[in-house]
């Protein structure tokens, strides 16, 4: 299994987990200490409303993120170091996750 794989894997385990179902994963989660929403969103070419509708946030909390009125915390913060390193990763549990809901 490559890398990529073992990271659909573990994402769509952080769904089922946030879902309440069980999952054969670990629960201990290291948390990064920031997160550079706005340099994410710019790298990703997305306007703030285009960037919170296909990662499930409000647009007013990733304004407030940016303008760093707010910081994103825990699994926020953890789904946004994820998106920044693998976007295509993230779309493709959450184009799963849509098809199988449809």
Do not use: C
């Not at 069980?22 to 790298?43: N, Q």
């Not at 940016?66 to 993230?90: F, M, N, Y």
């Amino acid at each position: 299994m490559n890398s990529e794989q073992k990271l659909v894997n573990g994402l769509q385990e952080v769904l089922a987990y946030a879902k309440g179902e069980k999952t054969a994963g670990r629960t201990t989660v290291v948390v990064p200490k920031d997160v550079d929403v706005k340099s994410i969103r710019v790298r990703l070419h997305l306007s703030q409303q285009e960037f919170a509708m296909r990662y499930g946030f409000p647009v007013a909390t990733v304004r407030n993120w940016e303008q760093r009125r707010r910081r994103p915390e825990g699994a926020a913060r953890l789904l946004l170091r994820i998106i920044e390193a693998k976007p295509e990763a993230v779309e493709e549990v959450l184009h799963a996750e849509n098809s199988a809901a449809a």
